[in-house]
């Protein structure tokens, strides 16, 4: 089994910048891809950022692009999500989750881990 545990929501003014965290322990793979995702109120779970483990390639959603940056940091089973330029749209809780392959997925389906989701208020 694998345990997620994201951290660093809150509160913060449009335009303002917020890290997240994810931290991962158990049944790690260290080729495995690590996802953010992130779900509105009465809105599907969309894709956010990927990030693949052992190489470290990215991919991001259209809608974050040039403003979230993903990361990890496998000395400490750690993937972060640099949000910066914050929009009131982009409120939602976010969860990381990890699909235990080697291709980037963008659908929630493509993975078998979640955490708990921490939320994220952009204020106008």
């Known amino acids: 089994q694998v345990q997620l545990v994201e951290s660093g929501g809150g509160l913060v003014q449009a335009g303002g910048s917020l890290r997240l965290s994810c931290a991962a322990s158990g049944r790690t793979f260290s080729s495995s891809v690590m996802g953010w995702f992130r779900q509105a109120p009465g809105k599907e779970r969309e894709f956010v950022a990927a990030?693949?483990?052992?190489?470290?390639?990215?991919f991001y959603a259209d809608s974050v692009k040039g403003r979230f940056t993903i990361s990890s940091d496998n000395g400490k089973n750690t993937v972060y999500l640099q949000m910066n330029s914050l929009k009131p749209e982009d409120t939602a809780v976010y969860y990381c989750?990890?699909?235990?392959?080697?291709?980037?997925?963008?659908?929630?389906?493509?993975?078998?881990?979640w955490g708990q989701g921490t939320q994220v208020t952009v204020s106008a």
């Open positions: 990030i693949t483990w052992s190489a470290g390639n990215t």
């Open positions: 989750a990890q699909n235990p392959g080697v291709t980037i997925r963008t659908r929630p389906s493509g993975y078998d881990y």
